[in-house]
T-cell receptor, first 113, second 113 residues
Framework: KAGVTQTPRYLIKTRGQQVTLSCSPI?????VSWYQQTPGQGLQFLFE???????NKGNFPGRFSGRQFSNSRSEMNVSTLELGDSALYLC????????????FGPGTRLTVT | DQQVKQNSPSLSVQEGRISILNCDYT??????FLWYKKYPAEGPTFLIS?????DKNEDGRFTVFLNKSAKHLSLHIVPSQPGDSAVYFC????????????FGTGTKLQVIP
């Protein structure tokens, strides 16, 4: 089975711009979660989508949003970028039912200048 | 509020010896715990998990211990190998919370040959 893929792998944006990140989960997985990783903060949960519905949300401002498509692929959008949004954004997929182990993609490194 | 804490940012161990990584949590609702390993430029990979109904789970060289009264868990790696050098994340979740997983800040393990 192919693993979780994320595009793009690297991104440089300017403060105030917006960005969209993409995640393709493992085939058959219906749950996609997004995390932000910054030095010293570990992985911070952004949100989880299951069958096109947001099922869980972390404590991030409304500038962070996401969606999931019928084929389980997910996108995450950040509007009005701030310098503090520079981070590694990780996507994880799972079956979404019962099992709680997740499979992570390699991440998208976002740099905001 | 960091509900899952890994107080040691780094740990160095000689090859062949035991590595012990520690994790504390504050939320008594957590009932499922996981450890992930992360190499540079890759996403985290699932290592081992434990349910709160158990106090120990073993998988090859990896053993996780859970002390519910102390709200503490630990990961033991015996014997440690150079390939184990990575960042280890402790994570916790609540049954019914679906895939909302709270991660610690990570411990960087270096196994010295």
């Amino acid at each position: 089975k192919a693993g979780v893929t994320q595009t793009p792998r690297y991104l440089i944006k300017t403060r105030g711009q917006q960005v969209t990140l993409s995640c393709s989960p493992i085939s058959g997985h219906r749950s996609v979660s997004w995390y932000q990783q910054t030095p010293g903060q570990g992985l911070q949960f952004l949100f989880e989508y299951f069958s096109e519905t947001q099922r869980n949300k972390g404590n991030f401002p409304g500038r962070f949003s996401g969606r999931q498509f019928s084929n389980s692929r997910s996108e995450m959008n950040v509007s009005t970028l701030e310098l503090g949004d520079s981070a590694l954004y990780l996507c994880a997929s799972s079956t979404g039912t019962g099992v709680r182990e997740q499979y992570f993609g390699p991440g998208t490194r976002l740099t905001v200048t | 509020d960091q509900q899952v804490k890994q107080n040691s940012p780094s740990l160095s161990v000689q090859e062949g010896r035991i590595s012990i990584l520690n994790c504390d949590y504050t939320n008594s609702m957590f009932d499922y715990f996981l450890w992930y390993k992360k190499y540079p430029a890759e996403g985290p990979t699932f290592l081992i998990s434990i349910s709160s109904i158990k106090d120990k789970n073993e998988d090859g060289r990896f053993t996780v211990f859970l002390n519910k009264s102390a709200k503490h868990l630990s990961l033991h790696i015996v014997p440690s190998q150079p390939g184990d050098s990575a960042v280890y994340f402790c994570a916790a979740s609540v049954t019914g919370g679906y895939q909302k997983v709270t991660f610690g800040t990570g411990t960087k393990l270096q196994v010295i040959p």
